[in-house]
């Protein structure tokens, strides 16, 4: 075989295509969805290549239609997770030693299928799996997805290119091993992106990976897989297993060579895990890496020179998009007391514009929450504000579950800046505002800060640039992103890395090299080209 020192291709984003009326891609994907919604799959487990099937199943149903039946999904043994465990040590054999660039080539393709032949079907999938519109499955399944792929293999070859310094009298150098031991990658329902991410991400640098995706995401899990199959993951490198998360878990972190966890998740669950590690330590043969991104209860802050239009924007997308079930969305809001009257009115306006309902009629901008259980806890909220004279609903506060779980976008007004949906993470479509006397700026901002147990994303809106500088300094904690006079949701690979701290996770941001050097484990080598023989130094005499 040649040697040569390979450059990959420079990654770009992948463009967003618009589906306007009219577009191929538009009529295209409307057929693939049309034609998966008739269809019945099952989703098997995969375990060292072998599609596996046992007893026990569960059914996937669209969010937005849950009495239909779009397939059934296999549930794992412990068994089963237990032989996902040992193949992929088996495969990791010789997965850790192939060379880089074969690695970089598999998820380069993956990438460029998605980008084409397998775009459709991906993006159908999340509408169906996940009730998202086209324009949120487009930037997620799709483009979200392609960009990872790409940009992690070009952050891959950057960080292959740090080395140390050298002599005359020996050469250093570092070599950028796997982890020993296998990869946990536990994914949310709510990005198609970041499901295909955690495992290729650390599959990428040269381990192998359990994974286990949300049981509200498996079916467009299923396209996930399958794409990196046809791109040439070989066998046992990505095992994917689904069923009790607590007895996948703890099989998985029985295991001595369990090296690291890669999960987007509740913060509950998270600190459980973290428990457990910290509990099994001393059967680890490493100490195991642990990667977290969990909640956030993520603000906006509008100053009085703010622009009420911009403003009124940001809380429309930032709160209601993809119904407020993004890490990132908006769910707190400080206004300020000068412009409050005409950002509601502008926020009133446009929410009284939105279409709800199946993501199948792309005039519909909100559609169905994932499950019931999140319908029933949304439901609870809405019903408290409604009783509660220091509350004032202003727009939604309806909801019907008879056909899918819709939930209408919801803004509530509070006298009380602590009131309960100003703390508590709902992931859904509700807004709390608190608007506040435009002299009490720093105090506000003191406020945000100190509200939330959460610091993943926020947003500052002013004219202001002392202002803007003021919320900058002591906000500096309260946001893993931070925007500036922008919604805070949107984070592009490559642009925005993303993620947080305090109790949204450990902010190893995802989307760039940072996450990356999580999942190697550097070994230092020096060659000395001429060794001593004399053990005696000059000093001695």
Known sequence: MGNGFFEVPIAVNEPIKSYAPGSAEREEVLETYRKMYKAKIEVPLFINGEEVKTKETATMSPPHDHKHVLGTYYKATKKNVEDAISTSLEARKKWAVMPWEQRAGIFL?????????????????????????????????????IDFLRYNVQYMTEIYAEQPESTSAAWNRIEYRPLEGFVYAITPFNFTAIAGNLPASAALMGNVVLWKPSDSQ???????????????????????????????????????????????GSTDVFKDIWQKVGTNIHNYKTYPRIVGETGGKDFIVAH??????????????????????????????????????DVKKYLIDDIRSFKMGTPEDMGNFITAVIHEGSFDKLAKYIDAAKKDKNAE?????????????F????????????????????????????????KKWEETLHLVDETSEYALTGAVFSEDRYALEEAVKILENAAGNFYINDKPTGAVVGQQPFGGARASGTNDKAGSKQNLYRWISPRMVKETFVSPTDYRYPFLG
Request: hydrophobic share 40%.
């Open 304 to 341: 009085k020179t703010s622009d009420p239009k911009q403003v009124a924007t940001a809380m429309a997308r930032g709160a209601f998009e993809f119904q407020g079930q993004k890490c990132s969305a908006a769910s707190r809001c400080y206004i300020s007391k000068t412009i409050w009257e």
């Open 393 to 405: 609903i202003i727009a939604g506060g309806n909801y019907d579950k008879s056909k899918g779980y």
């Open 109 to 145: 393709r993956a990438a460029e299928l998605i980008a084409g032949p397998y775009r459709a079907k991906i993006n159908a999938a999340t509408m169906l799996a996940q009730s998202k519109n086209i324009y949120q499955a487009e930037i997620d399944a799709a483009c979200e997805l």
């Open 218 to 264: 498996v079916y467009s899990a299923k396209v996930v897989l399958d794409v990196f199959r046809e791109a040439g993951v070989p066998a046992g490198v990505i095992n994917m297993v689904m069923g009790d998360p607590v007895m996948i878990t703890d099989t998985v972190l029985a295991s001595p060579d369990f090296s690291g966890i890669h999960f987007t």
């Open 407 to 438: 939930i209408e976008p919801t803004v509530i007004v509070v006298k009380d800046p602590k009131y309960t949906t100003m703390c508590t993470e709902l992931f859904g479509p509700v807004l709390t505002v608190y608007v506040y006397d435009d």
